[in-house]
């Protein structure tokens, strides 16, 4: 999942530095970003992380 989270944040840094020409071009930069930023965030998210186990002493009987 890390390899899908590194190409969003790279499309979304494409957007952010796409030159402006018009405001077609303002909006569907806005546009993309939001989309990619929303499922940045759903793929961040959803990401499964390991329980952690700390280490700790054991009463032997």
Do not use: K
Request: hydrophobic share 65%.
């Amino acid at each position: 999942m890390l390899v899908v989270d590194m190409l969003l944040i790279l499309a979304m840094l494409f957007f952010l530095f796409l030159p402006i020409t018009d405001r077609r071009t303002v909006r569907m930069r806005l546009c993309m970003l939001c989309a990619l930023l929303a499922v940045l965030s759903v793929s961040v998210t959803r990401t499964y992380v390991a329980p952690m186990q700390l280490a700790g002493l054991v009463a032997v009987h």
